[in-house]
């Protein structure tokens, strides 16, 4: 399925494409477009569309998208959701100190995005972090979250 979302891609909009391929859809194809076309380009592709105004997926309450599909396609894992914290806290500005590693998380997501304009190339490289991330996550005792 092609999966739509805003170009520009930082930490949800290269965090959710990782949850969708590893947890919802392996085969799942993104494309990114001016947010303006977001809706239009997954209903002329019979595609979704996360994280834009109007999406299938996006922020919800104080969810930000990755919360999001975690909780529409009912993911259970105790580490997605510790990661789901991480990703929440580097993705909502005023919620930085969620976690220790939200900041960092930012950080790499902001200073990749200042040096890859290619949203495609952000998906590959950041993709093992988040395996890595998802790794630690799995590894790590839930209070200290």
Known sequence: MKWVTR??????????????????DPEAQFLFVPTAQVLETARREGGR?????????THRGNDCTFETLIKEFHL????????????????IPHDINTTPES?????????????????????????PLYDALYAYCEGSRPSSM
């Open 49 to 57: 569309s996360f994280d834009a105004e109007g999406a299938d997926y």
């Open 7 to 24: 170009s520009g891609a930082k930490v949800d909009r290269v965090a959710c494409p990782w949850l969708i391929r590893r947890f919802i």
């Open 76 to 91: 259970e894992d105790s580490a997605l959701q510790r990661l789901a914290r991480i990703v929440h806290g580097a993705d």
């Open 103 to 127: 900041a960092g998380l930012r950080a790499l997501a902001e200073g990749l995005a200042q040096v890859c304009l290619d949203d495609q190339k952000k998906l590959e490289v950041m993709s």
